[in-house]
């Protein structure tokens, strides 16, 4: 594939309900991000990796939201026991430096919870 | 304060007129600058890295002044096409995250 490409594009959850958002990067890109994006507002970090390291997550608004990236590859945003001020669309970006250079993002998720 | 500042707008331009976007910074030692593009319900896009020096692509002209932590877009000739949200994106001290503003709508008519 040729961009960042995120599954899936729509999730409805209950709330009270965990909900798993997957993220693949452009090949061999080093750096992955998440961020949140609520309408009408602009993008708002969540966490970066570095390859497989997590080198920031100051951006996770609680510990309800963890994010991995097992082989430095592909990664996964989770989101336990949603509640209604999670939806959002939840982008994902990377870029093949380590910093400073062009942040190619995905599609995004838009989850909404009920 | 928020770390990174915009001017909501909505600016509303006729076809071919030249508009203006500011952006204010908090984080003196952000060493990146960029202006993304997003448009209704797709994902940001990159328009124009910002250099020290002004640079410019097209009809777009990005300006940074570093000692008043302040970043421009000029938008020259304006097209039905450039209607959409623009972000000022910076990056954190440490590197690890591009901060975006919430960015200023443009609206072009004909």
């Known amino acids: 594939g040729a961009g960042v490409s995120q599954s899936p594009r729509y999730k409805v959850a209950k709330r009270g309900q965990d909900v798993a958002l997957r993220c693949d990067p452009i090949?061999?890109?080093?750096?992955l991000f998440w961020y949140q994006q609520a309408l009408g507002q602009g993008p708002e970090f969540l966490t970066y990796f570095q390859n497989e390291a997590q080198l920031d997550k100051s951006g996770l608004p609680s510990d309800r939201f963890f994010a991995e990236r097992p082989e430095g590859s592909v990664s996964t945003l989770k989101i336990q026991r949603t509640q209604q001020e999670d939806s959002a669309v939840y982008l994902c970006?990377?870029?093949?430096?380590?910093?400073?250079?062009?942040?190619?993002f995905g599609q995004g998720t838009r989850l909404t919870v009920v | 304060r928020k770390e990174v500042e915009q001017d909501p707008g909505p600016f509303n331009v006729p076809e071919g007129a030249t508009v203006a976007f500011n952006c204010t910074y908090s984080?003196?030692?952000?060493?990146?600058f960029f202006w993304y593009r997003q448009d209704c319900r797709k994902e940001p896009k990159l328009l124009m890295s910002?250099?020290?020096s002004g640079n410019e692509d097209g009809r777009f002209t990005a300006q940074l002044n570093r000692a008043s932590q302040y970043i421009s877009l000029l938008i020259r000739d304006s097209k039905l096409s450039d209607s959409a949200t623009y972000l000022c994106v910076v990056n954190n001290q440490a590197g690890t995250a591009l901060i975006f503003g919430k960015g200023t709508t443009l609206s072009v008519s004909s």
């Open positions: 970006a990377s870029s093949q430096g380590q910093r400073n250079t062009e942040a190619f």
């Open positions: 984080n003196s030692a952000s060493q990146s």
């Open positions: 910002v250099y020290s």
């Open positions: 090949s061999g890109h080093v750096s």
